[in-house]
Every structure is written in C-alpha cells, then in structure tokens.
C-alpha cells in the first residue's frame, strides 16, 4: 500500500509480517545474535550468583531464596526481586533488566518476552540479523525465533517451544551442575 510520504514522494508502508527491511549495520541497532549471548551468559551468572546456597544447586527451593538482594556480576551491581517461580534483576548503573524466566534450571534459556523486556530497558527498538533490521516487540521476535529455530540457529528447550537457548558444541549442564565444588562471592544483601 502506497502513502505519501511528508515531502509529497510516495513511499511504501510496511505491515506486519512484511518482509524486514535491509540497513546497513548501526551502532543504535545491535546485532541479535550476540545480544542473545550476552543475555544468557549475564542471566546464568546471575543465578549461579543468587542460587549458590541451595543444597546442591537444587532449584525446586527458589521460594527459600530471599525476596529481594542483590549481586556483584563482572563489577556491576544488579539488584533483584523474586516474582512467582522467576526472578527479575536490574543492573543499578545501565537499568538493564533480565528476567530470569520460570524454567531457571535452564540457566540460559530465553523468551520473546524475556528479549523484549531486555531490549527495552536497553531502548532498542530494533535489532539485526544478517543485514535486516528486525523489530523487538515479543510477537515480531517470537516469528523471528521461530525462523531461526527452523533453520538451526537456535534450540527449542522446552516442550511448548517457546523457551530458546543458542547452539553451542558442547550442551550446557543444568545449573544445579554448574555450580557444584564451586564457591562464588555473591554479595547477597539482605532486603
């Protein structure tokens, strides 16, 4: 559908599940695929630092955990709240939030949902992947992960399919595995 555009030129209005278009790359619109490392590698450290004292690495006690805290993470503070079977923390400095999804024995498994809220306390409205710009409201980014789980780049980990992990060469322990032997300086304080 043709519009005119403010200066008289028709333009083109994209609609939903229009094709994306293609940018070149812009430091406002990173690229998701090391968006998503990055938030799961910052989630899982984030609950290995929270969960270390539960016997074992057992997860089935999240409610024994305190309400609220915070950690230390690669130098920064990220406070936390627990909420049902999840937890939501939030870097004090950048605002950055991750919310720990309710399936936290997959320490770095996502959502649409969970992408979306990161990448709005992180003001991205649109993301990358090879040359097209993608949007990052939770239904365009649940199309976009479908796509690429059909093409292998991302693993389904759950049975609706709808929680998502990247690929890697060797799978990823539970975190109940993760953090057994190890001791970790949480800076857990008490809310």
Not at 7 to 36: A, V, Y
Not at 40 to 46: D, I, V
Not at 67 to 77: D, I, P, T, Y
Not at 108 to 136: M, N, P, V
């Amino acid at each position: 559908m043709h519009s005119p555009r403010p200066n008289g030129n028709i333009g083109l209005n994209r609609t939903i599940g229009s094709r994306p278009r293609r940018r070149q790359r812009s430091k406002m619109n990173p690229d998701l695929m090391p968006l998503l490392v990055t938030f799961a590698s910052t989630q899982r450290g984030l609950l290995e630092l929270v969960t270390q004292d539960q016997p074992s690495g057992d997860l089935s006690h999240i409610q024994a955990l305190p309400r609220s805290g915070s950690v230390q993470l690669m130098g920064a503070e990220w406070t936390f709240k627990k909420h049902g079977v999840g937890l939501e923390f939030r870097n004090t400095q950048t605002g950055e939030v991750i919310d720990a999804h309710d399936h936290i024995e997959l320490p770095e498994a996502f959502d649409a949902w969970r992408i979306t809220l990161y990448c709005e306390s992180r003001k991205l409205a649109h993301l990358l992947h090879q040359g097209s710009e993608h949007g990052t409201s939770t239904p365009e980014l649940h199309s976009l992960f479908d796509a690429l789980t059909r093409r292998g780049e991302l693993l389904p980990v759950t049975a609706t399919g709808r929680h998502f992990q990247m690929p890697s060469t060797r799978p990823t322990p539970p975190l109940k595995d993760c953090c057994k032997g190890r001791a970790v300086d949480s800076g857990i304080a008490p809310a």
